[in-house]
């Protein structure tokens, strides 16, 4: 990444756990892109929910910190855990714990002479806050990627104290997505934040891939959650297959829902690729990325920043902002489909597939603009844009 015209920050990332999921990930890549010059320190908040892939894609010179010593977290697991139906006991040491973790993040911040501290996801967010609260000079900045949202309708009355706090104390919010704009409006606030809207960046190599491949393949990299239509793209490919014998779909992700399908879906044209180390490696061997989503909380998904990335059109639902990640310069790179009664209608996607295997031509003009697409995902315009709110107090 190119040098960027701010001083030297001390920063601290706040990730609500450490999942693989959306934001946990683009959290992760702002860390590593702002660590080439900048001292970046990345907090796990729940460090019972860890997972070890996602520690992987941290960079080396990113500074982790606040790790519990192992005896402690298999401690604080148990009571996470099978004491879960023990509300009163669990309530008791999740408060202590979140002490300890307090006192000891303070330390650093104060140790470290760190000024920002930047939180994603909800939980994130009421962690980073009270640690506002304790050194009022940091500058708290929230970046908001759907979970609000996707907790809003069942949140309780706690819950929604703590998201007009959350918004009350940051300095300012980043959104990924227009939609993300929505919480403003649910609360009357006695301060109010500066809103900034800023794209995730993302370093993968922008390339013209055209469909050169023995088989048409097609391909989902995503969580592997109901909501973000699995099930609805293999009844689509299914439909479709068998006029097409050179049809081929992937899917990529893993989770107990990922091992139900495919124990339910034996197919020798599906493959469940599950969890990868690489998913832009399989990304270049698909012919078209989809992502037929309904999930709630659907922001700026990154597996469509992915997928134009390596010149692939893209089929997905109208959610979040895909639409405007699919355009490119007035034309769209390539086919959105809108929802029915809330999902994806199936016979509306397998057309979509199948004209892309029948018109090569259309295939590989929508492939061409996809690198148009793409240039909005710049990470050096990302990290500018976030730089430029870091530095404000």
Not at 191 to 220: C, D, M, W
């Amino acid at each position: 990444m190119a040098a960027l015209p701010v001083s030297h920050l001390k920063l601290l990332i706040v990730i609500e756990d450490f999942q693989v999921g959306g934001a946990q990930i683009f959290a992760v890549r702002l860390a590593n892109a702002l660590a080439d010059h900048h001292d970046v320190h990345v907090y796990n908040n729940r460090p019972t929910i860890y997972d070890a892939r996602l520690r992987k894609l941290i960079g080396k010179k990113v500074h982790i910190v606040g790790s519990i010593h192992p005896v402690l977290l298999y401690l604080f697991w148990i009571i996470e855990k099978p004491f879960r139906p023990f509300s009163r006991v669990r309530k008791k040491f999740a408060t202590l714990l979140s002490q300890f973790q307090m006192n000891r993040l303070s330390e650093i911040v104060s140790s470290q002479g760190i000024t920002v501290v930047n939180s994603h996801m909800f939980f994130g967010d009421v962690f980073a806050r009270e640690l506002k609260k304790r050194s009022p000079s940091l500058n708290f900045v929230i970046s908001m990627h759907g979970c609000y949202e996707n907790k809003f309708a069942n949140l309780g009355a706690l819950m929604l104290e703590h998201a007009k706090e959350n918004l009350e104390h940051a300095d300012a919010v980043v959104v990924a997505a227009e939609k993300n704009k929505f919480i403003f409006n649910k609360f009357t606030l006695s301060h109010l934040p500066r809103l900034t809207k800023i794209y995730y960046g993302y370093q993968g190599e922008s390339r013209g891939v055209g469909v050169e491949s023995a088989t048409f393949n097609f391909g989902i990299v995503s969580r592997a959650i109901p909501d973000k239509g699995w099930e609805e793209a293999i009844q689509a490919f299914l439909k479709i297959e068998q006029e097409h014998p050179d049809a081929r779909l992937v899917l990529v992700g893993a989770s107990p829902w990922q091992a139900s399908l495919r124990s339910r879906y034996h197919h020798p044209k599906i493959s469940f690729a599950g969890h990868a180390e690489n998913p832009e490696a399989l990304v270049r061997s698909f012919s078209v990325g989809l992502l037929p989503t309904y999930f709630k909380g659907e922001s700026l998904p990154n597996s469509v920043i992915e997928y134009l990335a390596a010149g692939k059109p893209v089929i997905a639902t109208n959610m979040g902002e895909i639409e405007k990640m699919m355009d490119a310069d007035g034309q769209r790179a390539g086919i959105l489909l809108e929802l029915r009664n809330g999902r994806p209608d199936v016979d509306e996607l397998a057309e979509a597939m199948r004209m892309l295997i029948m018109n090569v031509d259309e295939t590989s003009r929508l492939a061409a603009l996809a690198p148009v697409a793409f240039k909005k995902f710049s990470m050096d315009v990302c990290c500018h844009q976030y730089l430029q709110i870091f530095s404000r107090s």
